[in-house]
């Protein structure tokens, strides 16, 4: 075989390369599209094999020094371009040490954790010295070349390089193919009917702990199934850099007349081919049987309009006297009679010319003591009172000092016969201090463009809640365009803007109309998530999501603009079969008043009423639950497939409405078996 010149013998290799593993620029622009790590795997045997059946066509032994030096640098060359390669599809899946010990630290109180923990370990220790190995291979490899002239020179000891393959395919323990093979043990240790060995793999044993621990899951930023699908390619990933450094050490070692290696190298070729398989087959297994939600974990400190978002004086206490709250000005009856009223007046001048006027409903009156000492809070704040000291010693609220000086408030007797009472009750009263508007409106994804929702969180503007999508370009094989991802602005319209209407633009709460549907929403097969919408069922909100189809293969929406659709839960409380069931909480106090950690504590097909703070602890001044506004978009960004509303709190607390996504089953997309024929290869 004659030998190429300069630069033209490395681009050699770099256009075989290109061509076999889909490259659309041979002079080193990223590639365009992601490849599997399986499909990548088998683009690199046949580049492999190509190579083999080059060095055993050319006489090795014929060879003169340039030409030998020639093949050297064509093997090189591969090593640059495949290490590309795998580095970009490393930047997809990647799991971390650190979200590996978060892993840990989550599952730690489990009874099984110490395999799984030790397990996990030692995964992470041989990864990151096959990691090393590899990275040790290139940087011998870049750094070996004098690039300041035309003529690239070889700077590089042969003995530096010929030492360090030498070890990679050594049959000690502490080699590339040893390494490999200890990683296999952990992942799919079942391979060997009667071994001692036989049992669970990772993926098995943490789809079990994760299972058992889903209440911690949420500290992970991937579903279960999605942290296994990443792990798994992380895993894959880390063989076939290993697969890749031992078919170059025997290129290599052949070049620098070592020997042969043609059947080292064919038998490394099906037992890479075989472990393949048996990892794909206990992912798949897995994944099938892992749960795909998730969801945010309380903060560590709360921040109101970044952690959470709240709804303001939508039933809030209010002390009125009975004489107010009948057009009689008559105290004929008692607090109880009047559990749907409004104020009708300031009888005198007394208490109520001194306190803001509740100018909506005032509902579920009730009697406390006749007399009390009331704080009412600073004029710019949402509460009505700070607190309030009745005659009998009960306090509503937190008793502390009083900024403006507390106020003495007596009920008192007419004509001996009636007494006009100080009722406590609720005001519904919409007004500029109340934030109790949901946007209506559709929010989608720029599906023209062929984008997805990849997150979701809730934010308020201008008063009004949204649902605030995360999106981003989809790509070949569920891929996500990373470049493209962003957070779509939500529409800024105002309440009082003329072109805006209730019922249409948006929803208000109301003491008759202040539930919210509990609900987890999942796609049919084959399709993805592309919007969200809140509508009305009733007197409820209620959650809708957009799903689209998509061609995974080529990674396009198909259709977007005909066959989206629109996909909820209808299921009311009125329904005669499975009504939807209410969530009640009990007592609730502010929920960022409790250092425990919110726990899930709904299921899909609630639904839970808008309610005030406890009146005990808090003189029912707040609006309960918060809503959770973490984004809940997973991190590395991935498909979705569905989303849910849910709640989340600890008992006597409000706790919190929070989102939940659905992770885009790849389990159908796991592959049990190599990619690659002999056929295909010849």
């Given at each position: 075989m004659c030998a190429r010149s300069g630069a033209g013998r490395v681009l050699g290799w770099y256009v075989i390369a290109a061509v076999i593993l889909g490259h659309n620029d041979v002079r080193g622009v990223e590639v365009a599209t992601v490849i599997g790590s399986l499909k990548l795997g088998s683009e690199i045997l046949k580049l492999f094999y190509s190579m083999w059946n080059e060095l055993e066509t050319?006489?090795?032994?014929?060879?003169?020094?340039?030409?030998?030096?020639?093949?050297?640098?064509?093997?090189?060359?591969?090593?640059?371009?495949?290490?590309?390669?795998?580095?970009?599809?490393?930047?997809?899946?990647?799991?971390?040490?650190?979200?590996?010990?978060?892993?840990?630290?989550?599952?730690?109180?489990?009874?099984?954790?110490?395999?799984?923990?030790?397990?996990?370990?030692?995964?992470?220790?041989?990864?990151?010295?096959?990691?090393?190995?590899?990275?040790?291979?290139?940087?011998?490899?870049?750094?070996?070349?004098?690039?300041?002239?035309?003529?690239?020179?070889?700077?590089?000891?042969?003995?530096t390089l010929e030492d360090f393959v030498t070890t990679v395919v050594s049959h000690g323990p502490s080699s590339i193919r040893g390494l490999l093979e200890r990683i296999h043990s952990i992942v799919a240790p079942n391979e060997r009917k009667g071994s001692r060995l036989r049992g669970p793999g990772i993926f098995a044993q943490l789809t079990r702990a994760m299972h058992e621990s889903r209440s911690n899951m949420c500290n992970l930023q991937q579903s279960p199934q999605q942290l296994l699908y990443n792990l798994y390619n992380s895993v894959a990933i880390t063989e076939l850099k290993g697969y890749a450094m031992m078919q170059f050490s025997w290129?290599?070692?052949?070049?620098?007349?070592?020997?042969?290696?043609?059947?080292?190298?064919?038998?490394?070729?099906?037992?890479?081919?075989?472990?393949?398989?048996?990892?794909?087959?206990?992912?798949?297994?897995?994944?099938?049987?892992?749960?795909?939600?998730?969801?945010?974990?309380?903060?560590?400190?709360?921040?109101?309009?970044?952690?959470?978002?709240?709804?303001?004086?939508?039933?809030?206490?209010?002390?009125q006297n009975e004489v107010d709250m009948n057009g009689d000005s008559?105290?004929?009856?008692?607090?109880?009679?009047?559990?749907?009223?409004?104020?009708?007046?300031?009888?005198?001048?007394?208490?109520?010319?001194?306190?803001?006027?509740?100018?909506?409903?005032?509902?579920?009156?009730?009697?406390?003591?006749?007399?009390?000492?009331?704080?009412?809070?600073?004029?710019?704040?949402?509460?009505?009172?700070?607190?309030?000291?009745?005659?009998?010693?009960?306090?509503?609220?937190?008793?502390?000092?009083c900024e403006r000086g507390k106020t003495k408030v007596d009920s008192w007797w007419r004509w001996l016969f009636w007494h006009c009472s100080y009722c406590f009750c609720l005001c519904d009263e919409q007004g500029p201090k109340s934030d109790r508007y949901f946007n209506l409106r559709e929010v989608k994804a720029d599906i023209a463009n062929n984008k997805v929702v990849t997150g979701l969180r809730f934010v308020k503007v201008n008063r009004v809640i949204h649902l605030q999508i995360q999106e981003a370009g989809l790509l070949p094989r569920g891929e996500i365009n990373m470049t493209s991802l962003q957070w779509?602005?939500?529409?800024?319209?105002?309440?009082?803007?003329?072109?805006?209407?209730?019922?249409?633009?948006?929803?208000?709460?109301?003491?008759?109309?202040?539930?919210?549907?509990?609900?987890?929403?999942?796609?049919?097969?084959?399709?993805?998530?592309?919007?969200?919408?809140?509508?009305?069922?009733?007197?409820?909100?209620?959650?809708?999501?957009?799903?689209?189809?998509?061609?995974?293969?080529v990674g396009t929406l198909d259709k977007p603009h005909q066959k989206s659709v629109w996909h909820g839960n209808d299921n009311t409380d009125a329904s005669l079969e499975a009504p939807r069931q209410r969530l009640r909480?009990?007592?609730?106090d502010v929920p960022i008043s409790t250092n425990d950690g919110s726990v899930i504590d709904s299921r899909s097909d609630q639904f839970l009423l808008f309610t005030h703070s406890d009146i005990n602890t808090d003189a029912?001044?707040?609006?309960?639950?918060?809503?959770?506004?973490?984004?809940?978009?997973?991190?590395?960004?991935?498909?979705?497939?569905?989303?849910?509303?849910?709640?989340?709190?600890?008992?006597?607390?409000?706790?919190?409405?929070?989102?939940?996504?659905?992770?885009?089953?790849?389990?159908?997309?796991?592959?049990?078996?190599?990619?690659?024929?002999?056929?295909?290869?010849?």
């Open positions: 050319a006489n090795m032994a014929g060879m003169r020094l340039p030409e030998l030096q020639d093949k050297e640098q064509d093997v090189r060359a591969m090593i640059v371009e495949v290490s590309r390669h795998l580095e970009r599809l490393e930047e997809q899946h990647a799991v971390t040490s650190a979200m590996i010990t978060n892993l840990q630290n989550d599952l730690r109180a489990l009874p099984d954790i110490i395999k799984v923990d030790r397990n996990l370990d030692t995964l992470t220790d041989l990864m990151n010295r096959v990691d090393t190995s590899d990275t040790q291979l290139n940087r011998y490899i870049q750094r070996g070349y004098n690039n300041e002239t035309d003529d690239a020179k070889w700077q590089l000891e042969r003995h290129m290599l070692l052949r070049l620098y007349n070592k020997g042969n290696f043609t059947t080292e190298a064919e038998l490394m070729r099906e037992r890479y081919q075989e472990t393949t398989v048996q990892k794909a087959a206990a992912v798949k297994e897995a994944m099938q049987s892992a749960e795909r939600d998730m969801w945010r974990c309380d903060p560590r400190e709360h921040k109101e309009g970044e952690t959470y978002v709240e709804l303001t004086q939508l039933l809030q206490g209010h002390i008559t105290c004929r009856e008692n607090c109880a009679y009047y559990s749907y009223a409004k104020s009708h007046g300031c009888y005198h001048s007394q208490v109520c010319a001194r306190q803001p006027r509740c100018n909506g409903k005032l509902v579920d009156c009730q009697y406390i003591d006749s007399d009390m000492w009331v704080c009412q809070a600073d004029s710019i704040s949402d509460r009505r009172y700070s607190w309030i000291e009745y005659k009998n010693g009960r306090i509503l609220g937190k008793k502390d000092s779509r602005p939500v529409d800024d319209y105002r309440i009082s803007d003329s072109d805006v209407y209730n019922g249409k633009d948006y929803h208000t709460l109301s003491w008759e109309q202040r539930a919210i549907d509990l609900d987890d929403l999942t796609a049919p097969n084959g399709f993805i998530l592309t919007g969200v919408r809140f509508r009305r069922v009733g007197t409820h909100l209620n959650l809708e999501i957009m799903v689209t189809p998509l061609n995974f293969t909480i009990s007592n609730p029912a001044q707040t609006t309960v639950p918060f809503l959770d506004a973490q984004p809940v978009a997973p991190d590395p960004p991935t498909l979705l497939a569905g989303a849910g509303i849910y709640h989340k709190g600890r008992f006597g607390y409000g706790g919190f409405i929070g989102l939940k996504v659905v992770t885009y089953d790849f389990s159908n997309h796991v592959q049990a078996r190599f990619p690659i024929t002999e056929d295909e290869v010849n």
